[in-house]
């Protein structure tokens, strides 16, 4: 069965500091990890991840896939309060329907 | 990027009855769509995949007789909770994608908060 686990589950920091949320997977056929960003409702898409070592990067946030730790980090520098969200990893796994496995979540509360 | 829309956003029902929630993808032909749901707090559960025009593909320990999915369009898969119980209440989500031989990322309907009174 594929699992994705994701730490911390909840971190609290304050404006500005720079956090690293990690996801680690087990997975029969790997396709693609996924990060997505939720805030109250549906989960909006960040960066997708296929190959390792090469950094996606989108303004304050960036994110990297080492597919031999089968890790990966979503790193956001300089938070905002607006970065408050659970932050959700998952994995596309091969087979007939390339189904999208959850974390659980990191729940990061920015504070100003 | 594309557009899911998910409807209602909101339902309440009695116990027994039965529910039926809309996935539409709006700009795209979503080959793919997953079913979600989603305790306070916690990670989305996946229930199912569909795939259009075949029978939906249940995740271990969903009663597929209880959550009725169909996927009949490119455009529209629905999700019928029947005979609604309160432990039925949840937060349930629709997720679509194009299936292509190179991934491409699910986009997200606003969800459907389903309340059995």
């Known amino acids: 069965e594929d699992k994705v686990v994701q730490s911390p589950l909840s971190l609290v920091v304050h404006e500005g500091d720079t956090v690293t949320l990690n996801c680690s997977y087990e997975?029969?056929?790997?396709?693609?990890l996924l990060w997505y960003k939720q805030e109250k409702k549906a989960p909006t898409f960040l960066f997708m991840l296929?190959?390792?070592?090469i950094e996606k990067k989108s303004g304050r946030l960036s994110s990297i896939l080492d597919k031999k730790e089968l890790f990966s980090i979503l790193n956001i520098t300089a938070t905002q309060t607006g970065d408050s969200a659970i932050y959700l990893c998952a994995i596309t796994s091969g087979g007939s329907n390339y189904k999208l496995t959850f974390g659980k979540g990191t729940l990061l509360t920015v504070n100003p | 990027g594309a557009v899911v829309s998910q409807h209602p956003s909101r339902v309440i029902c009695k116990s027994g009855t039965s529910v039926k929630i809309e996935c539409r993808s709006l700009d795209f032909q979503a080959t793919t769509m997953f079913w979600y749901r989603q305790f306070p707090k916690k990670s989305l559960m996946l229930m199912a995949t569909s795939n259009e025009g075949s029978k939906a593909t249940y995740e271990q320990g969903v009663e597929k007789d209880k959550f009725l999915i169909n996927h009949a369009s490119l455009t529209l898969s629905t999700l019928t909770v029947t005979s609604a119980h309160p432990e039925d209440s949840s937060f349930y989500i629709c997720?679509?994608?194009?299936?292509?031989?190179?991934?491409?990322?699910?986009?997200f309907g606003q969800g459907t908060r389903l309340t059995v009174v």
């Open positions: 296929t190959s390792s070592g």
């Open positions: 997975v029969t056929n790997f396709r693609s």
């Open positions: 997720s679509a994608r194009v299936r292509r031989q190179v991934d491409t990322e699910a986009f």
